[in-house]
């Protein structure tokens, strides 16, 4: 059974790699993982779903964690229900197929994984920041967006991922001027930051 399980993540991450979707890093996983059991973390609001990968992680992680996830891709999205399927977890992943900034969401929730379009991470965490429970987490992948954003502006390739990581940096300057929360930036996986309501 375990190894079983197992093999299907092994799945799940090559199918990943084979179509270019960016699934959370392995260090990454790890982390997210432990906070929640750590935290006690009773449930979890993910923006961008992919292939379900790290949804699956997590419910895997804690066997009572209820999911909410939004993800805006169709076939990503048809791809999240089949694999949510296989694991069994569809009582407690609920998959939401809509673009998370027109969308509403009802409820309160102990961390709010923001791991979707990296440029609009403000606009993620100004509407989904009335849904977080008090002295709820808030953590976000890919502050560092794979080396990119500690490089000077000249060695960044392209006019889009020059937008691309200004916008992270922005984000990052907006977590820290934040009142509200207490934030930690961590150098694990692709960068993640921790912000914790006060
Ligand atoms: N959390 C996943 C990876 C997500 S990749 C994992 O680690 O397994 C980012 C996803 O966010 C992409 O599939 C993209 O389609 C989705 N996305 C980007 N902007 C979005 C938006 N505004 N609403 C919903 N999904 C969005
Ligand atoms: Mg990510």
Excluded at 174 to 193: R, S, T
Aim: glycine letters at 4%; zero cysteines; a negative charge.
């Amino acid at each position: 059974m375990v190894t079983n399980v197992e093999a299907m993540i092994r799945d799940i991450k090559k199918y990943a790699l084979e179509n270019k979707i960016p699934i959370i890093q392995d260090e990454g996983i790890d982390f997210l993982t432990t906070f929640l059991i750590q935290k006690q973390i009773k449930n979890v609001l993910e923006i961008g779903t992919a292939i379900g990968y790290s949804a699956i992680m997590m419910a895997l992680a804690s066997p009572n964690l209820k999911i909410t996830t939004i993800e805006r891709d169709e076939t990503r999205y048809l791809e999240a229900v089949k694999n949510i399927k296989k694991f069994q977890l569809e009582d407690r992943i609920t998959l939401i197929f809509h673009d998370a900034l027109e969308v509403n969401i009802e409820g309160e929730f102990d961390l709010i994984f923001i791991d979707a379009a990296k440029g609009q991470n403000i606009h993620f965490f100004e509407k989904y920041e009335k849904n977080l429970s008090k002295s709820g987490y808030i953590i976000t992948d890919n502050m560092n967006f794979h080396g990119l954003v500690e490089k000077e502006e000249n060695e960044i390739p392209s006019r889009n991922l020059r937008a691309l990581v200004r916008k992270i940096k922005e984000y990052r300057e907006f977590l820290e001027n934040n009142q509200n929360y207490q934030v930690e930036f961590l150098n694990i996986g692709d960068g993640l930051a921790v912000a914790r309501k006060e």
